[in-house]
C-alpha cells in the first residue's frame, strides 16, 4: 500500500494519462466503423494513434523514473513535479518502450493481415528493429551512468539479461527470414525478461529516492502485513490461471486472419 501510495500520488499525471489513452484508444475501435465518413474515420484514426502511442511512450517513462530515483522524503512522499519525471534518461526509456512495443505490434499484424497490409507491416518492422536495437544499446549505457543497477543488485539476475538481448538480436534474423510467428514471440520473450531483469537489479527496493537512498521504498517497508499478502497470494493463485485461460481462448477464438473481404459489425 505505500508503493501504491507514494507511486500514485508522485505518478499521478502520468499514469492518468496512460488511463486516458487506454480508454481513447478502446473507444476508437468501437466508434470508427459507426460512420463511413472519411473524416469520421481519420477522427478515429488519430485517436486511435495517440491512445496507443501515449501509454507505449509513458509507460518506459514511469520505469525509468523507478530504477533512476525521484525526489521521496522520509515520509514515503513524492516532493517532485510532473517535470522531474521527463528527464532526458526517463525519456529515452520511453523511446524504448515505445519502439519495442510498435515492433512487437507490426509484427502480430504480421499474423493478422494477409497480402499487401502484411507486406507493409513486415517492411515497418524490418525498418523498426535496428531502430529499437539502437535505442534500447542507448538505455542500457545510461542506465549504466545514473543508475547503480549494475553496481547494487539485490539478487543477481544470471543470464535473464543476456536472454532480453539475445530474443532482441534474433528477432531481426527471424523477420528478415519472413517467420513472423517466430519473431513476435521473439519480442514477447524480449519484453519479459527485460521487465525481469529491471525488477530484479531493483530489488529488494521498488522505488529509488533520489534524496536519499535509506529513503528508498523496498519490499519491505512498503508491503502489506504478513496475512494480507498470504490472502492476495491465495487469490491471485485463483484468479489468475483464469484469466490467463480467458485470454487465450479469446486469441483462439479470434485466429484467424483478417482479409479484405472481413467485415466486423457491431
Known sequence: ??????????????????????????????FRSKDKDP??????????FIGSFIPAL?????????IRGVPIDEHMTYVGGFFNLLNPYALVGGLASLTIFTLH?????????????QNRARAIAQKLWPVTVIIFVIYIFLSYLQTDMFT?????????????????LATGWFVKKHHDGWAFTMTGLTIIFATITLFMGLYPR??????NPEWSLTVYN?????????????IALIFVPIVLVYQGWTYYVFRQRITKESELEY
Open 206 to 211: 521498488v522505488l529509488v529516492s533520489s534524496l
Open 105 to 117: 505490434g507490426a509484427l502480430f499484424l504480421t499474423l493478422k493481415t494477409t497480402n499487401d497490409l
Open 1 to 30: 500500500p505505500n508503493w501504491y501510495a507514494t507511486l500514485f500520488s508522485g505518478f499521478y499525471l502520468p499514469l492518468f494519462l496512460i488511463l486516458l489513452g487506454l480508454i481513447v484508444r478502446g473507444v476508437s475501435f468501437e
Open 222 to 234: 512498503a508491503s502489506s502485513s504478513p496475512y494480507t499478502l498470504k490472502v492476495m497470494t491465495i
Open 39 to 48: 473524416r469520421w474515420r481519420h477522427l478515429w484514426d488519430w485517436m486511435l
Open 58 to 66: 509513458l509507460w518506459g517513462v514511469a520505469l525509468s523514473n523507478m
Open 152 to 168: 547494487k543488485t539485490g539478487v543477481n539476475t544470471g543470464t535473464v539479461p543476456f536472454l532480453a538481448a539475445i530474443t532482441l
